[in-house]
């Protein structure tokens, strides 16, 4: 049963995060993923072909690293069950520790809710520029509060619901095919010049892979804020992205807050619709409350976990 190494998984990361000693000493199993996929994209992505050879290309390296994820955590599984046997679960739990990211992130946004509280806006712009893309030198409190607020919404999708999803679907080598996936979009899924064409393929296997848990993030961010329903339903396609935008409405309809809109990237200014209730920015309080929403909402999905594996042996035990 997968749902134990699921429940351990994320109790482990919930306690511990990715500790600082461990990250010195051996990096994080990201990382891998990362040189990979730079170096593939050196070497394929070339400005002398066409657009249709560097789709070609971006879908082969994409293939060949979901495939060699899924070779490897399958041999490692299969090691794993042969050596430990009935106690297999605690190394399985182990092995998908790393690929979950709740503690990860609340770790990150935290200080950005610590420096707002204290009133210093120019740390708090330093801290938030640590886990968002946008311009944040001219950010004012609304401006931090909400950059936060928009990333912790995301990334509960990206980071937790979505490498949970694949880990009870497929077992710990596709909570890790996921992982190779999104990181995969997060570096070369650009819809911008010279990614453009390479990494198509890394932002549509991306979409696809993260369908399903973006709507369940959605639907786990207004059970765990008391609602957003509305605001979810109406707002979700308004995001760019095809799935970032179910929990990032959520969210804005659970705080009563606008998020998105306008918004620079290195100088530029992206018009982008709001999302949420017109008129009321997001600040500190909201910030504070959004972090709680999503802890509420990672102990909904832990519990979820733990419902599979009672629905599964009720399931069994009906068909015997």
């Not at 070609?56 to 690293?65: E, H, N, Q």
């Not at 806006?121 to 936060?148: F, Q």
């Not at 709680?292 to 009906?318: D, K, N, P």
Request: hydrophobic residues 55%; neutral net charge.
């Amino acid at each position: 049963m997968i749902a134990p190494v699921a429940c351990v998984a994320m109790a482990l990361e919930g306690a511990l995060g990715w500790p600082g000693r461990l990250y010195d000493a051996i990096g994080h199993p990201v990382g891998l993923f990362a040189k990979a996929i730079s170096g593939c994209e050196r070497k394929l992505n070339r400005p002398d072909w066409s657009d249709m050879a560097r789709r070609v290309a971006g879908l082969g390296a994409m293939l060949g690293l979901i495939c060699t994820v899924l070779a490897g955590m399958g041999l490692a599984v299969w090691l794993v069950r042969g050596s430990a046997g009935a106690w297999a679960w605690l190394p399985l739990a182990v092995l998908a520790w790393p690929a979950l990211a709740a503690r990860s992130l609340d770790d990150h946004v935290s200080p950005v809710l610590a420096a707002l509280e204290a009133g210093d806006l120019a740390r708090a712009r330093h801290a938030v520029g640590m886990i968002v893309g946008r311009d944040t030198a001219a950010l004012d409190e609304a401006g931090v509060a909400s950059a936060a607020i928009e990333s912790l919404a995301e990334s509960f999708c990206d980071g937790v619901a979505a490498p949970l999803f694949w880990l009870l679907v497929g077992g710990v080598p596709g909570a890790w095919a996921y992982k190779a996936i999104n990181t995969a979009d997060s570096l070369i899924g650009h819809p911008e010049e010279p990614l453009r064409a390479y990494g198509w393929a890394a932002a549509r296997i991306d979409d696809l892979a993260n369908l399903v848990p973006a709507r369940l993030a959605g639907v786990l961010l207004c059970l765990a804020g008391g609602g957003g329903w509305r605001v979810m339903m109406r707002d979700h396609a308004r995001h760019a992205s095809p799935n970032a935008g179910w929990p990032e409405a959520a969210m804005a309809g659970g705080l009563g807050v606008r998020l998105a809109g306008p918004i620079v990237y290195d100088g530029v200014l992206a018009s982008k619709p709001w999302i949420g209730e017109e008129g009321r920015s997001a600040g500190t309080a909201d910030l504070r409350r959004a972090r709680t929403i999503y802890r509420r909402a990672c102990l909904l999905l832990w519990l979820g976990a733990l419902g599979v594996e009672g629905g599964v042996e009720a399931g069994v035990a009906w068909l015997a």
